[in-house]
């Protein structure tokens, strides 16, 4: 039956946001894949475009608006071209999608992916398509994923979905709905075909992996409710993070992202104990001033947090730390940024990500606070802290110099072609002259020289 192939309608997805939006396009092409379609890596010659978006800063959603209204040239050459936006702005903004920007066809939030096929059958009877409907226990845990633009070496597993933190300058709450977790079982399925496949590296994937609990399915938030042998044989994340370890003790195993609020003293002993779990802890802190911390409604304070970096460094000594800032909160001042600095002082922190506040319809913040630090001010703020992580990031890496350490080799280097590029236990990138390597090998790399973001070396 060659002429199935041909006859499949193509389709590509177009991916903005975070490393969960990746994965769920994961997801979406797999449920495409077994519904007819076929995957192009052009979207000029699609028959479907999705967008798969992200609404976390208004930057974010200035760029998509822009990605969409570049395609109704595509659309008036090709009228039988359907467009779907996916993510997060599927969600915050719904029909207005459909009535105000006519190019649009299909509207579907993240937890409705599996109604994709029928939406499509909607759209092709002259129906509008839209599902934006947040699930209770949706964790899309029997679909494998569609390894799309991988490297076949390492992949995302995700392992909770939504939030319940409220942090107030968030939309994840609102738009990826009340936080669950995925059954263990079949977390240890996609681990277990990755490694068959030939990956050597996971990172288990959530908004907020440190809350993982498993009693059988359902929303965190309903726990309380469940019975006592529900809550007996509940599985934690540190319980989950031993369990990965020893199922494959091949493979290296990440996380992402962790709260300082939910972090256990238990994750940082079952990382200490196993060698194939990374010593890399991503741990967004946003502020170093307990006043914005308050007015954020992050449920740790700058000591909590600083308590637990002690702790990380006791119990791992050679873990790297990453973090994220947000400058220019609502009632920011002088004395509050100093406060941030001093934090970064403190930690030093081998990179992070670093953001002005951008104010997010729909969240309390919006609702409560005026967005009153000048534009100005924010960018001046968050120049000094970007400045201020390159020079901790220099620091840090220089460090590596004269010592080895263990990369995994993901791909040729962007500089190079001469070179190979990989990850060390830390999470930075280092780079080192191919000689007789290939990618996916494990390999002890001498460190020579750094940039402020790679490390550079021998074999
Ligand atoms: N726990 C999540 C956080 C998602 S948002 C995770 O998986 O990483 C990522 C980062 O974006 C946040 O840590 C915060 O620093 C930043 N951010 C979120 N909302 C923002 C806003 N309204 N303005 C500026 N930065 C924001
Ligand atoms: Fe957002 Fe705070 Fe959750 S930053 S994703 S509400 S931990």
């Given at each position: 039956?060659?002429?199935?192939?041909?006859?499949?309608?193509?389709y590509s997805?177009?991916?903005y946001?975070?490393?969960?939006n990746?994965?769920?396009?994961e997801?979406?092409s797999?449920?495409?894949?077994?519904n007819?379609?076929?995957s192009?890596?052009n979207?000029?010659?699609?028959?479907?475009i999705?967008?798969n978006?992200?609404?976390i800063r208004?930057?974010?959603e200035?760029?998509?608006r822009?990605?969409l209204e570049?395609?109704?040239k595509?659309k008036?050459?090709?009228?039988?071209l359907?467009?779907?936006?996916?993510?997060c702005?599927?969600e915050?903004l719904k029909e207005?999608?459909?009535?105000?920007?006519?190019?649009?066809?299909?509207?579907v939030g993240?937890d409705?992916?599996r109604?994709?096929?029928?939406?499509?059958?909607e759209i092709e009877?002259?129906n509008?398509?839209?599902?934006v409907?947040?699930?209770?226990d949706?964790?899309y845990?029997n679909i494998d994923?569609?390894?799309?633009?991988?490297?076949?070496?390492?992949a995302?597993?995700s392992i909770?979905?939504g939030c319940?933190n409220?942090?107030?300058?968030c939309v994840v709450?609102?738009?990826?709905g009340?936080?669950?977790s995925?059954?263990?079982?079949?977390?240890?399925k996609e681990?277990?075909k990755?490694?068959?496949?030939?990956?050597?590296?996971?990172t288990?994937?959530?908004q907020n992996?440190?809350?993982?609990?498993?009693?059988?399915?359902?929303l965190?938030k309903d726990?309380?409710?469940?019975s006592?042998l529900?809550k007996k044989?509940?599985l934690s994340?540190?319980?989950?993070l031993?369990?990965?370890?020893d199922?494959?003790?091949?493979?290296r195993?990440r996380?992402?992202?962790?709260n300082?609020?939910?972090?256990?003293?238990?994750?940082l002993?079952?990382?200490?104990?196993?060698?194939?779990?990374c010593?890399?802890?991503?741990?967004?802190?946003?502020?170093?001033?307990?006043?914005i911390?308050?007015?954020m409604n992050?449920?740790?304070t700058?000591?909590?947090?600083k308590?637990l970096?002690?702790?990380i460094?006791?119990?791992i000594?050679?873990c790297?730390?990453?973090?994220?800032?947000?400058?220019?909160f609502p009632?920011?001042?002088?004395?509050?940024h100093k406060?941030t600095?001093?934090?970064?002082?403190?930690v030093?922190?081998d990179?992070?990500?670093?953001?002005?506040?951008?104010?997010?319809?729909?969240?309390?913040?919006?609702?409560k606070?005026d967005?009153n630090?000048?534009?100005k001010?924010?960018?001046?703020?968050?120049?000094?802290?970007i400045?201020?992580?390159?020079?901790?990031?220099?620091?840090?890496?220089?460090?590596?110099v004269?010592k080895?350490?263990?990369?995994l080799i993901?791909k040729?280097?962007?500089?190079?072609?001469?070179?190979w590029?990989?990850r060390n236990?830390q999470?930075?990138m280092?780079?080192?002259p191919?000689?007789?390597h290939?990618?996916?090998?494990?390999?002890?790399i001498?460190?020579?020289d750094n940039?402020?973001?790679t490390?550079?070396?021998?074999?």
């Open positions: 039956m060659l002429a199935t192939v041909d006859n499949k309608k193509k997805i177009i991916t946001g975070c490393q969960m990746f994965s769920d396009s997801v979406v797999s449920i495409l894949n077994s007819g379609y076929q192009s890596d979207y000029i010659n699609s028959d479907l999705l967008l978006t992200c609404s208004e930057k974010a200035i760029t998509i822009k990605k570049s395609f109704k595509l008036k050459k090709n009228t039988n359907k467009i779907g936006v996916l993510g702005m599927a915050r207005k999608f459909l009535i105000e920007e006519k190019i649009v066809d299909l509207v993240p409705a992916y109604d994709i096929p029928n939406l499509l059958e009877i002259g509008s398509a839209v599902n409907i947040l699930s209770k949706e964790t845990d994923p569609s390894r799309l633009d991988s490297n076949g070496i390492s995302f597993v909770t979905r319940d409220m942090c107030t300058f709450p609102f738009t990826r009340r936080e669950r995925r059954d263990p079982k079949s977390i240890i681990i277990l990755l490694k068959n496949d030939g990956y050597k590296e996971i288990l994937l959530g992996v440190d809350s993982y609990l498993w009693y059988g399915g359902g965190k726990f309380k409710n469940a006592e529900q044989s509940s994340f540190s319980k989950l031993n369990l990965m370890a199922n494959f003790k091949n493979m195993i996380f992402t992202t962790s300082p609020q939910d972090m256990s003293e238990d994750v002993n079952v990382m200490a104990k196993h060698k194939n779990i010593k890399h802890i991503h741990l967004p802190v946003q502020s170093g001033s307990d006043k911390l308050r007015l992050r449920k740790h700058v000591s909590d947090y308590e970096i002690g702790n460094k006791k119990i000594p050679d790297g730390i990453s973090h994220d800032m947000i400058t220019g009632n920011e001042n002088d004395d509050d406060m600095l001093e934090l970064m002082d403190y030093k922190y990179f992070g990500f670093m953001f002005k506040y951008s104010q997010r319809p729909g969240t309390s913040a919006y609702k606070f967005d630090v000048p534009e001010v924010k960018q001046k703020r968050l120049e000094e802290i400045d201020l992580q390159q020079k901790h990031s220099f620091m840090n890496l220089k460090n590596y004269g080895s350490c263990e990369v993901e040729e280097s962007k500089k190079s072609n001469k070179y590029c990989g236990d999470n930075i280092v780079v080192f191919k000689k007789n290939k990618p996916g090998d494990f390999v002890n001498e460190i020579n940039t402020s973001t490390l550079i070396g021998t074999s």
